[in-house]
Nanobody, 126 residues
Framework: QVQVTESGGGSVQSGGSLTLACSIS????????WGWFRQAAGKERGEVAAFYNHGLFEYYANSIKGRFTVAQVDAKNQVYLKMKIMKPEEAGMYFC???????????????????WGQGTQVTDSS
């Protein structure tokens, strides 16, 4: 059974940085396509980034390009979402999810991701 687990959430000031981690059991990180999503209170879950195997696929929402980066560490079997120069509106519950495949343009679709973590909370302390 595939299990996806996020960690690293916390409180961050406007302009600050935070790194979230996502681990998977039963598979190697490089075997899956990865998506990061954010859900603010009272809002729908929206796409943040998608990633595959050390950047063979790498997509970012326009609002976070240049500030957020996805990275992979095979030795830890983890994927990271590195966030910097954060904005208050980027607080929320962050989820990672995995998909077996991803066609061009599909990365924003929640329905292609079969396995989701429980999320990790990022709060604004500004």
């Amino acid at each position: 059974q595939v299990q996806v687990t996020e960690s690293g959430g916390g409180s961050v000031q406007s302009g600050g940085s935070l790194t979230l981690a996502c681990s998977i059991s039963g598979y190697k990180v490089s075997e899956k396509f990865w998506g990061w999503f954010r859900q603010a209170a009272g809002k729908e879950r929206g796409e943040v980034a998608a990633f595959y195997n050390h950047g063979l696929f790498e997509y970012y929402a326009n609002s976070i390009k240049g500030r957020f980066t996805v990275a992979q560490v095979d030795a830890k079997n983890q994927v990271y979402l590195k966030m910097k120069i954060m904005k208050p509106e980027e607080a929320g519950m962050y989820f990672c999810a995995t998909s077996k495949s991803m066609l061009d343009g599909e990365w924003t679709r929640r329905d292609i991701y079969a396995n989701w973590g429980q999320g990790t909370q990022v709060t604004d302390s500004s």
